[in-house]
């Protein structure tokens, strides 16, 4: 029996230990994933994989403390799709013109509601449906650029995801790898789907 192929995707570690839980949680999905640190790895090296998408990691510290990742997003917005997790959401924002600032309390494994907007990765999913947090940074909602819309907010409009306008780039606060978020992998899963529409399976990047 032949196994149903998924997208080869391209997952930047920020030298965090949710990063095997994504991992886990893509392959199971049907992904073939090439995981790589923030800081071992070139622009060229990110290429030669041909990958049909690109998943950042949460981390520790501001997105200038996570190697490659901001010029990942930079550089490859419009060209890959993107779906940044945590410090990988925040990195999307400041990229694009937002501001990364204190949240309002900090959170560590702990569990909000999140109201969406039921469009792309959030398709089909229960509104709220409830997220684990483990961050002590957000994007500022007065700074968000005119190039992304919020997606996502907790009840008290803390943002909680964002989406690019004209590319496919997506980012959330939450984390939809935590065993705790009971929706996670139906997110992944709708990133995965929109991938393959993005880039069909055997077509790369190209």
């Given at each position: 029996?032949?196994e149903?192929?998924?997208?080869r995707?391209f ?6 230990s949710f990063t095997y839980?994504?991992?886990q949680?893509?392959?199971e ?8 640190r ?5 622009m060229?090296e990110?290429?030669?994989?041909n ?11 501001r ?9 990942v997003?930079?550089?490859y917005?419009?060209r890959?799709?993107i779906l940044g997790?945590c410090?990988?959401h925040q990195?999307i924002?400041e ?5 990364i600032?204190r949240?309002p309390t900090?959170?560590?494994g ?7 907007d039921?469009?792309?990765i ?6 709220p449906f ?6 002590s940074?957000v ?9 992304l ?8 409009g803390?943002i909680?995801?964002v989406?690019?306008r004209d590319y496919?780039?997506?980012g ?5 790898e935590?065993a705790l ?6 997110l992944?899963?709708?990133?995965i789907d929109a991938v393959?529409?993005?880039h ?7």
């Amino acid at each position: 029996m032949t196994e149903k192929s998924g997208p080869r995707l391209f997952l930047i570690d920020n030298y965090d230990s949710f990063t095997y839980n994504l991992f886990q949680y893509l392959s199971e999905l049907g992904a073939e994933v090439d995981v790589r640190r923030n800081d071992r790895f070139t622009m060229n090296e990110l290429e030669d994989t041909n990958p049909a998408g690109i998943v950042i990691s949460p981390g520790p510290g501001r997105p200038a403390d996570a190697g490659l990742t901001p010029r990942v997003v930079e550089r490859y917005a419009g060209r890959f799709p993107i779906l940044g997790v945590c410090l990988g959401h925040q990195a999307i924002g400041e990229v694009f013109g937002g501001a990364i600032v204190r949240a309002p309390t900090i959170f560590h494994g702990k569990v909000s509601e999140i109201l969406h907007d039921g469009k792309t990765i959030f398709e089909a999913m229960p509104n709220p449906f409830t997220a684990t947090r483990y961050h002590s940074l957000v994007i500022n909602p007065a700074t968000v650029p005119a190039c992304l819309e919020v997606t996502a907010r907790t009840a008290d409009g803390v943002i909680m995801g964002v989406r690019h306008r004209d590319y496919f780039v997506e980012g959330v606060q939450f984390h939809p790898e935590s065993a705790l978020t009971g929706e996670g992998k139906h997110l992944l899963q709708n990133f995965i789907d929109a991938v393959m529409e993005f880039h069909p399976v055997g077509s790369g990047s190209k």
